[in-house]
């Protein structure tokens, strides 16, 4: 691995503010950032990323490489949740087997919205289909989950209403928020978009530390209770991203040779969701344990995605 770019994705200040939030907590230091002023940063991250999306997607010449990168997208939410059901299920229940499947088949918008920012870095942009390719992925993860968990499920008496879940998946706030970002920059002009670019594009960043900062505070809260589950949730949270956003990063070259889109493939691939599916989870699978795919997700994923995954999949779409 380059080691002049893996010095400077340690040395990224959004990086630093995240590891700054774990040791307040370990510190026992009262910070903390608002609930409310976290909400409104999330959901202020993924309307700059779908609007910016839906700017460059109206410069775009739509094409078969487009509709194959979308169906690519679909499959890899499909697959990943396929074979590592059936890795959880040899050491954890029906239940907890089939959320965190959905988990990692699904995407984590924090840590794509950290990879676009990754991207500039390398003086690279973000296409606007892949922000929609994103959103697509988030539900077939989910119900992927609840299939495997109705088939495999020998407790009768667990009643999943998959028409709930599949609605939930579907109206979702953050694919909401991020396809109707999307759809408005794709429709409002540049002369429109240049008057709120200072809000779009200025502030981004400095919201990114921030909000990643939270989010360094809740992995470390979380982190205390999480290793009573024995070593198997830690290196599977460890382990698999990589495998899978390596692999992805590979194979995304039969539907793109562009380098930004495989980088995004891959880390969509490697990536885990820690609010859409939960909150999907918590509806319709109540005895799946939030205590284990949450840290699995938010504290050890998430970090490794950023950390040591964002680097390595850049060198392998660079080299390969």
């Not at 999480?226 to 290196?235: A, D, K, M, Q, T």
Request: net charge neutral.
């Amino acid at each position: 691995m380059d080691l002049n770019l893996l010095i400077e994705n340690l040395t990224n200040p959004a990086l630093l503010f995240f590891v700054l939030g774990i040791i307040a907590v370990c510190l026992k230091s009262d910070l903390q950032i608002p609930e409310n002023s976290s909400k409104f940063i999330s959901l202020y991250l993924l309307f700059s990323i779908g609007f910016k999306g839906g700017q460059e997607l109206s410069h775009e010449a739509f094409s078969s490489e487009i509709i194959w990168s979308m169906l690519f997208g679909i499959f890899i939410s499909l697959f990943i949740p396929l074979y590592t059901f059936f890795i959880l299920k040899r050491k954890l229940s029906v239940y907890d087997a089939g959320a965190i499947a959905a988990a990692y088949g699904s995407v984590s918008a924090v840590t794509f919205v950290t990879a676009v920012s990754y991207l500039e870095s390398q003086q690279l942009i973000l296409h606007g289909h892949m922000v929609a390719i994103m959103a697509l992925m988030e539900s077939p993860a989910i119900i992927i989950g609840l299939i495997l968990i109705s088939i495999f499920n020998k407790d009768e008496s667990t009643n999943i209403s998959k028409r709930k879940a599949i609605n939930h998946s579907l109206t979702n706030g953050s694919v909401i928020l991020i396809l109707g970002s999307l759809l408005i920059g794709f429709l409002a002009s540049a002369k429109q978009a240049e008057g709120i670019k200072p809000f779009t594009n200025d502030l981004f960043k400095g919201f990114l530390a921030i909000f990643l900062l939270d989010m360094g505070i809740t992995s470390g809260k979380k982190l205390k209770s999480f290793f009573s589950f024995g070593w198997f949730p830690v290196l599977f949270a460890f382990f698999i991203p990589l495998i899978n956003g390596c692999i992805f990063a590979i194979i995304s070259v039969v539907v793109t040779d562009d380098i930004a889109n495989r980088f995004i493939f891959a880390v969509l691939a490697a990536s885990a969701s820690y609010i859409a599916v939960p909150a999907a989870m918590k509806i319709t699978v109540p005895k799946s344990n939030p205590g284990l795919y949450l840290p699995m997700a938010l504290a050890v994923t998430f970090p490794v995605n950023i950390t040591i995954g964002l680097p390595l999949y850049f060198l392998i779409v660079q080299n390969t």
